[in-house]
Each structure stands twice: as C-alpha cells, then as structure tokens.
C-alpha cells in the first residue's frame, strides 16, 4: 500500500509542477502586451485660440487619468492668440504625463505660439523639411500699438520664452533671437544649435517613439523619468465634435462667409419682414462670426468697411441713387474684405478666392435691385386715377365742346370732357385727367 501511494503523490507532484510551469509560460507571453506602455497622440492643425487649448488641456488630463508613458501633440500652427498659449503652457507643466512636441509631417512650421509651445514641452522634436521660431507678438485686435506698447509686448513674450527654454535646457538666446527678431529655425539649425532648441529629429510618430525609448528626460520640477515608448501602444486622441465645429468656424474664411451671410439675411428680413427665415439664420451667422472674430487677429477698420459696404447695398432697394450706392457698396466691401484680417500669416487672411465671389455676389444683387428699380419706373401706372391715362372708354352720353359728358371705364362712370363732339356710345380713350374730370378724345 506504501508504495503505490508514493507512486501516485510523485505523479501528482509532477502534474503540478507541469502545470505550474504552463501557467508561467502563458503568463510571461502574455506580460508584454499587457504592460505595454501608452502613448496618447493628438493632432493640433489650426491657430492657438481657446478652442485648440482646451483640446490639448483635455487629452493632457485624459492621459493622466490612463498613467499614460507619452503624450505627442503632432503640431502645425503658424501661430495664435498668447492668453490660450499660456493656458497650454501651463497645462504642460501641470501635466503628470511627459508632453513631446512634434513638428510634422515635412513642409509644417511651429510658428509664434507654436514656438513657445515646443520651449515649454519636454520633448521637442521635428520632422525634416519643417521649421519653428518667428515669434514676436503682434496686436490682436487690429489696432496699431504705440512704441511702448510694442516694446512692453516684445519684453513680456521674450522673457517667457527665455525662461521656458532656461527651464528646459535649450538655446535661451535663440529663443530670444526668436522673440524680438522675429528669427525662424529650419530642424537642421535647430537640432545642432549650441545648446539646441530641440532634443531631435523623426521622420513620423513611430521613428519618434523609437527614438525616445530609453531616454532620461527632465521635467520642468526638476524631476527625471526614464522614457519606456518601445512597442507602445499609440491612442488617437481627436477633437470633439463640439471642439471640430468651434475650430472650423474660428477660420478666417468661414467668419468672413459667416459675417456676410448673417447681414443678407437680416437685411432680406429688413425687406420682407415676417420672412423668419432669412432673420434666423442671418441673426445665427451673425453670432457665430462675431465668436470666430474674437478668436482672430481682426483689423476693426476692415470690419466697419464690410459692415458699411452692406449697409450701402441694404439701402439700395430704398433709396434712388441710380447705381452709387451699389457701387460704393462694392468698394467698400472689397477694400474692407482685404484688410479684414491683422496678420501677415497666409493662414490668418481671408483668401481672395473667398473675398471676391462674395463681393461679386452682393454687387449682383445690388445691380439687380438697381436695374429692378428703373424697370419700375419707367413702366406706366396700371393702379390709380394715373393708370386711368390711356385707356379706352365708352361715351354714355353725347359730348359737346365746353360741355361735359359721361364715360364708362373700368365698370366706373367717369365725367368727361372733350375738345371736340363725341356721339353716345362711340370709343374714346383717356388723353389726361383734371381733377375728376377725364379729358377724352375719339379712338
């Protein structure tokens, strides 16, 4: 009995250490994809305004709460508003999770804020071909500022950028030189830079990620972290749609179409009021330009030029000017479409592929309404004792010279007179009116 009950313990033994030794196997198989590290990646292709911020700001915090290895913010801006900037900035340094910047794909820039955004990150990095730096701030409310204004501006932005770069290490008088020259940086110029002003160069987000795994960074508390990014598992992060539709409209090219549907359609509600349609939706357009125009570099003289160009249009249908108004209009509306925008950046202008069918257009309907309005005057009155002028009658009575007699027009029985005798019943037609009294003569 001994020893068939040690034989069965040692078989026993031997099943559990196999199975033990499966499990362990399956296990350590299975580890690596169930540790990978996180790598949250989000796109920003547009200008800095408080849409664009509170986009990054949120994929910050969602990486967080994931204890994500990464975030990369894939950037292509040529710049935007400085407060927005410093939310973002500030959102970076707050952020548990380390932040890369990356300028790409080739031909992108990190222009203005998009420069002060790859000071502040913990990475920078660009692909070839793309370029960052001209950074120097500019009014954006489209009113010229004063030397000391310009000056104050000019010190405030360059001591942030020098202590951004300070703080990470990087060229703090090419930040500078960024600054108050206005000076950009190609990759090249920038990854050999003494100190550089980025940590490297990728061609895309995998080579990027490869290129980190293993590198120690300092974050801005002073603090290092080691990078684990090899076969990381990237997460997309994309806009809302509520942020997708804030963004659009925040482009200079949908706020011009947006601020002059909005005046058509008020100003078609002017003409036919009850129309409700044409009020809504022009009241809407209106509310949604006036929140992209607080988000851009408006030039207010350009504004009240559109605004006065419509206005002119408007009153067209109203007052006879014979075409000066329409063409005042036009002129107005064109110079105010081209100066709409403070900046030198192509992506901030309203583009005159947009400006000129829109100046087109509203000329069109002010030449219609002229040509409307002649039209009208020029036809005879068909209405009224003037509508009367020209039409045939019937005498109902003899008509004598210096003697009145009646006629029948339009069902009406009239009192005629005539320069000549008119027999009953013959067919007379209305030469002029006095008074109440047709002057008629033979048909």
Same mark, same amino acid.
């Given at each position: 009995m001994t020893v068939p009950v040690a034989r069965s313990l040692a078989v026993v033994n031997?099943?559990? %250490?196999?199975?033990?030794?499966?499990?362990?196997?399956?296990?350590?198989?299975?580890?690596? #994809? &169930?540790?990978?590290?996180?790598?949250?990646?989000?796109?920003?292709?547009?200008?800095?305004?408080? &849409?664009?911020?509170?986009?990054?700001?949120?994929?910050?915090?969602?990486?967080? +709460?994931?204890?994500?290895?990464?975030?990369?913010?894939?950037?292509?801006?040529?710049?935007?508003?400085?407060?927005?900037?410093?939310?973002?900035?500030?959102?970076?340094?707050?952020?548990?999770?380390?932040?890369a910047m990356f300028v790409t794909p080739s031909g992108s820039r990190a222009a203005s804020a998009g420069f002060l955004l790859m000071m502040a990150a913990d990475v920078a990095a660009m692909a070839p071909g793309t370029h960052i730096g001209a950074a120097h701030p500019v009014a954006g409310g489209g009113e010229q500022m004063t030397e000391t204004m310009a000056k104050k501006a000019e010190e405030d932005v360059s001591a942030y950028a020098r202590t951004l770069a300070s703080a990470r290490r990087r060229n703090v008088e090419l930040a500078t030189e960024a600054v108050r020259n206005s000076r950009a940086f190609t990759e090249t #110029?920038?990854?050999?830079? %003494?100190?550089?002003?980025?940590?490297l160069i990728a061609s895309d987000v995998p080579e990027l990620l490869t290129a980190l795994d293993g590198r120690t960074i300092r974050r801005f508390n002073g603090q290092t972290v080691v990078l684990r990014t090899a076969g990381a598992r990237i997460v997309p992060v994309a806009m809302t749609l509520r942020q997708r539709v804030l963004s659009a409209?925040?482009?200079?090219?949908?706020?011009?179409?947006?601020?002059?549907?909005?005046?058509?359609?008020?100003?078609?509600?002017?003409?036919?009021?009850? @129309?409700?349609?044409?009020?809504?939706?022009?009241?809407?357009?209106? =509310?949604?330009? $006036?929140?992209?125009?607080?988000?851009?570099?408006?030039?207010?003289?350009?504004?009240?030029?559109?605004?006065?160009?419509?206005?002119?249009?408007?009153?067209?249908?109203?007052?006879?000017? $014979?075409?000066? =108004?329409?063409?005042?209009?036009?002129? %107005?509306?064109?110079?105010?479409?081209?100066?709409?925008?403070?900046?030198?950046?192509? #992506?901030?202008?309203?583009? %005159?592929?947009?400006?000129?069918?829109?100046?087109?257009?509203?000329?069109?309907?002010?030449?219609?309404?002229? +040509?409307?309005?002649?039209?009208?005057? +020029?036809?005879?009155?068909?209405?009224?004792? @003037?509508?009367? &002028?020209?039409?045939?009658? +019937?005498?109902?009575?003899?008509i004598e010279p210096g003697l009145p007699g009646r006629v029948l027009i339009h069902g009406e029985n009239w009192q005629a007179t005539a320069a000549e005798a008119i027999p009953e019943g013959a067919r007379v037609h209305v030469a002029n009116i006095e008074g109440l009294t047709l002057v008629v003569r033979k048909d």
């Open positions: 031997v099943l559990v %250490s196999a199975g033990a030794a499966l499990t362990a196997v399956a296990l350590a198989a299975q580890s690596p #994809e &169930v540790s990978a590290p996180v790598v949250y990646v989000a796109e920003v292709d547009s200008i800095i305004h408080p &849409v664009s911020a509170d986009y990054m700001i949120a994929t910050l915090a969602e990486a967080d +709460r994931a204890n994500a290895a990464l975030v990369v913010f894939t950037l292509r801006t040529p710049g935007g508003l400085v407060d927005s900037t410093r939310d973002i900035v500030s959102g970076v340094i707050a952020a548990a999770t380390p932040v #110029e920038a990854a050999n830079a %003494s100190p550089p002003l980025i940590d409209i925040a482009h200079p090219n949908i706020a011009y179409l947006l601020l002059s549907l909005g005046m058509l359609g008020l100003t078609i509600e002017l003409w036919s009021p009850g @129309a409700i349609l044409p009020g809504v939706v022009g009241g809407v357009s209106l =509310l949604l330009a $006036f929140f992209a125009l607080q988000l851009l570099p408006v030039n207010f003289a350009g504004l009240l030029l559109i605004l006065l160009g419509l206005l002119l249009l408007a009153l067209e249908i109203k007052v006879t000017s $014979f075409g000066l =108004l329409t063409a005042g209009g036009m002129v %107005s509306l064109l110079f105010g479409s081209m100066i709409l925008m403070d900046s030198g950046a192509p #992506e901030l202008q309203v583009s %005159s592929s947009v400006v000129f069918p829109v100046v087109f257009g509203f000329g069109s309907i002010g030449i219609l309404l002229v +040509r409307l309005g002649v039209m009208s005057q +020029r036809r005879a009155a068909v209405t009224g004792i @003037a509508g009367l &002028v020209g039409q045939t009658a +019937r005498a109902l009575t003899a």
